[in-house]
């Protein structure tokens, strides 16, 4: 339990970290959308394909990476190319609390609906949990919300329900780094066709690049592979949950990274967003242990 929970807590910094890199990148106009999402996902590609050996040597009798059998998953790719795809052009016409809400609210209906249309049956605890969770993220951002472009939601949304689908898909992986890594390298054909599609429109300076290769690289590759870990040991209401914190993540980067000053509604949506997480997981532990 210590394991998934300190997992779990990576990954959310780290897509946390994603946000905020990605926020700074596009909203600047350093590089463009199409731009930042091809390196963002070479980058992951390549800092895996040299962590796979790595992994290789520590797990007793598994060959060397590319000498093993293709795996991954061409799904999940496509998940993820289309979530990295649609958040990147989804920002460009949302602002940063309109497109977090519709981000999260899509992988959260995802993975509970799936979740319900398989047979799940939820606790009165975690429907709390969860009613609280979507109170304070609401409270959170609901300053600064205003009407949303058309595209820009129906991007976000698109871009939401992928990473729900990509998330649901990485419960299964019995080795999530190596899944991972070829998850990422499978979306190469994808960013080979928007490379050439968008190449006339590309345009970015150094600030742009190093923020798609730190996304890419430490808050994407290394993220993911994280999240995928931590999946083995959640539930697919859990895993919806607790991505709720991302937001209240950020917000507090903000405050550490950018000088934002904190008031008594990041505190109360905190409370109210890490208070409906820990009744989830609570009621989880409590009903795996009574079975």
Same mark, same amino acid.
């Given at each position: 339990?210590?394991?998934? *929970?300190?997992?779990?807590?990576?990954?959310?910094?780290?897509?946390?970290?994603?946000?905020?890199?990605?926020?700074?990148?596009?909203?600047?106009?350093?590089?463009?959308?199409?731009?930042?999402?091809?390196?963002?996902?070479?980058?992951?590609?390549?800092?895996?394909?040299? /962590?796979?050996?790595?992994?290789?040597?520590?797990?007793?009798?598994?060959?060397?990476?590319? #000498?093993?059998?293709? #795996?991954?998953?061409?799904?999940?790719?496509?998940?993820?190319?289309?979530?990295?795809?649609?958040?990147?052009?989804?920002? /460009?016409?949302?602002?940063?609390?309109?497109?977090?809400?519709?981000?999260?609210?899509?992988?959260?209906?995802?993975?509970?609906?799936?979740?319900?249309?398989?047979?799940?049956?939820?606790?009165?605890?975690?429907?709390?949990?969860?009613?609280?969770?979507?109170?304070?993220?609401?409270?959170?951002?609901?300053?600064? /919300?205003?009407?949303?472009?058309?595209?820009?939601?129906?991007?976000?949304? *698109?871009?939401? *329900?992928?990473?729900?689908?990509?998330?649901?898909?990485?419960?299964?992986?019995?080795?999530?780094?190596?899944?991972?890594?070829?998850?990422?390298?499978?979306?190469?054909?994808?960013?080979?066709?928007?490379?050439?599609?968008?190449?006339?429109?590309? #345009?970015?300076?150094?600030?742009?690049?190093?923020?798609?290769?730190?996304?890419?690289?430490?808050?994407?590759?290394?993220?993911?592979? *994280?999240?995928?870990?931590?999946?083995?040991?959640?539930?697919?209401?859990?895993?919806?949950?607790?991505?709720?914190?991302?937001?209240?993540?950020?917000?507090?980067?903000?405050?550490?990274?950018?000088?934002?000053?904190?008031?008594?509604?990041?505190?109360?949506?905190?409370?109210?967003?890490?208070?409906?997480?820990?009744?989830?997981?609570?009621?989880?532990?409590?009903?795996?242990?009574?079975?």
């Amino acid at each position: 339990m210590l394991k998934i *929970i300190l997992l779990t807590s990576l990954a959310m910094l780290a897509f946390a970290g994603n946000s905020v890199l990605s926020r700074l990148a596009l909203a600047s106009g350093s590089i463009d959308a199409a731009s930042f999402s091809s390196i963002r996902l070479l980058s992951g590609i390549i800092v895996l394909a040299i /962590l796979l050996p790595v992994v290789a040597k520590v797990r007793e009798g598994e060959a060397g990476h590319f #000498r093993q059998a293709f #795996r991954g998953s061409y799904k999940a790719a496509a998940y993820l190319f289309i979530y990295v795809i649609g958040f990147s052009y989804a920002y /460009l016409t949302l602002d940063t609390g309109v497109g977090a809400l519709i981000l999260f609210g899509s992988v959260q209906l995802t993975m509970i609906l799936i979740s319900l249309f398989a047979g799940a049956r939820f606790q009165f605890m975690e429907w709390l949990g969860l009613m609280m969770a979507v109170v304070g993220f609401v409270y959170l951002v609901f300053p600064s /919300l205003t009407e949303p472009s058309l595209l820009g939601f129906v991007l976000m949304t *698109i871009a939401g *329900i992928a990473w729900g689908l990509y998330t649901l898909k990485g419960r299964g992986a019995e080795q999530p780094v190596r899944d991972t890594a070829y998850n990422f390298i499978k979306t190469l054909p994808m960013i080979a066709v928007l490379t050439l599609l968008t190449l006339s429109d590309a #345009r970015f300076d150094s600030s742009g690049v190093m923020l798609a290769i730190a996304s890419g690289a430490i808050a994407s590759g290394l993220g993911y592979a *994280i999240w995928y870990m931590a999946l083995t040991g959640l539930q697919n209401v859990q895993a919806a949950v607790v991505q709720l914190t991302v937001p209240v993540i950020a917000a507090i980067g903000g405050v550490i990274f950018a000088s934002e000053s904190i008031g008594e509604r990041l505190i109360v949506a905190s409370l109210l967003v890490l208070g409906g997480v820990l009744c989830v997981f609570l009621s989880r532990h409590r009903a795996a242990k009574t079975a």
